[in-house]
């Protein structure tokens, strides 16, 4: 099992910035690659960012590229994602998640493992 813990989150004003971070435990060496979902009220869950965990590979949803950057530490078992350009659409429940496939499967089924969820408030 893993176990993902996420921090950061929070409110802020439209055009600001936040840093949400997750620390991964437990059985991490099974950890393929890692990312981040949104879901805001009524909506669908969404797939924003995703970092292979063995190579350079990243994935950005359209809405949130040039805006969002995805980081890892895989030393410490950790991924980042620093949000800049925060519009209030990006209001969301914040979840991490990890997987034991590839990277591509995040954005197409549901990982294995998720973290409780961080909430972002975007004001206008």
């Known amino acids: 099992q893993v176990q993902l813990v996420e921090s950061g989150g929070g409110l802020v004003q439209a055009g600001g910035s936040l840093r949400l971070s997750c620390a991964a435990s437990?059985?991490?060496?099974?950890?393929?690659?890692m990312g981040w979902y949104r879901q805001a009220p009524g909506k669908q869950r969404e797939f924003v960012a995703g970092?292979?965990?063995?190579?350079?590979?990243?994935y950005y949803v359209d809405s949130v590229k040039g805006r969002f950057t995805i980081s890892r530490d895989n030393a410490k078992a950790t991924v980042d994602l620093q949000m800049n350009s925060l519009k209030p659409e990006d209001t969301a429940v914040y979840y991490c998640a990890a997987t034991i496939r590839s990277i591509a499967s995040m954005a197409s089924s549901a990982p294995e493992y998720w973290g409780q969820g961080t909430q972002v408030t975007v004001s206008s």
């Open positions: 970092i292979s965990w063995r190579s350079f590979s990243t």
């Open positions: 437990g059985r991490t060496f099974s950890i393929n690659a």
